[in-house]
């Protein structure tokens, strides 16, 4: 996994020699072809949160209401109380946690609180939602941050996308490469994720951020692993597993977990659903 960071000794049992590096004094964009590919849409850092050892993001469905309470994604790997296990369903769980709002430039403008674990898994994909304590309506007014929206549509092979750190105030930028029809590290499987090309090159602390279509600015998946060592299947070194189960190992590619499957079961009031038609997320 692109892991979180959690203090030193933890983050070092994580990443092993991979320590992450500095964090940078102005926000980065990796970008390595963007005098090439003209972007249709400004991807920058506004929405995007900081927490204590990952990235995410302020996230609306395409149905949800200026006043409903707001949301925030990121991996289930970054959940305060530990990775859940394999099978484990995490719904409605009391939650103070605390996020770092930005904005456009990677400034910081506001503390953000959760009021509850919305959802959190690690089970066929790597997500967290957290409910806040304060509606789309009221982080627009008061601090002029308006939230990403989940794009209902499987992401594109071959499209153009930003993988936007909060946690590091950096941008990867590449395309998809492909999907990855089961991805299996450790104890944990997940289905159809997405394979990024070369460039996005993510690192521990980006986990959780949120993967922006740069034509539609809607966001298509959230960044989870990559493989670091070469090694088949193991923590930290995810593989691909395909119908016929054949494996591929594809050391220093990274991957993210599709977000059009959470339209579906996040219901009026932003309050999750997993009952409702099309909703197809593991349940407790």
Not at 103 to 129: E, F, P, Q
Not at 201 to 228: F, L, M, Q, R, Y
Not at 247 to 252: A, C, K
Request: net charge neutral; hydrophobic share 35%.
């Amino acid at each position: 996994m692109n892991k979180p960071l959690t203090g030193l000794v933890l983050s070092l049992l994580l990443t092993g020699a991979a320590a992450a590096p500095a964090v940078a004094s102005a926000p980065q964009d990796t970008d390595r072809a963007t005098a090439k590919t003209p972007q249709a849409v400004a991807v920058t850092y506004a929405g995007t949160v900081a927490l204590s050892n990952c990235s995410g993001s302020v996230v609306r469905t395409p149905a949800s209401q200026p006043n409903d309470p707001a949301l925030v994604l990121s991996n289930g790997h970054c959940l305060e109380t530990g990775f859940p296990a394999a099978g484990e369903v995490l719904v409605n769980r009391a939650s103070s946690r605390s996020f770092s709002l930005l904005n456009a430039s990677g400034s910081k403008v506001a503390t953000l609180r959760a009021s509850k674990i919305a959802y959190g898994t690690m089970t066929d994909t790597d997500v967290s939602l957290y409910q806040l304590t304060k509606t789309y309506a009221q982080i627009q007014s008061q601090y002029g941050i308006g939230a990403l929206t989940l794009n209902d549509a499987h992401p594109t092979q071959g499209s153009s996308i930003k993988v936007v750190s909060g946690y590091w105030k950096r941008t990867y930028s590449c395309n998809v490469d492909g999907f990855a029809y089961r991805l299996k590290e450790g104890a944990w499987t997940w289905k159809d994720s997405v394979r990024y090309t070369s460039s996005c090159n993510t690192i521990g602390g980006t986990s959780g951020s949120p993967v922006i279509d740069t034509t539609t600015g809607k966001v298509v998946a959230v960044n989870n692993t990559g493989n670091e060592d070469g090694q088949r299947c193991t923590d930290n070194n995810p593989c691909e597993v395909d119908e016929n189960g054949n494996v591929t190992v594809r050391q220093g590619i990274n991957y993210a977990q599709e977000t059009y499957i959470l339209v579906p079961c996040i219901g009026p009031g932003n309050q999750i659903d997993l009952n409702r038609p099309g909703c197809a997320l593991p349940k407790p």
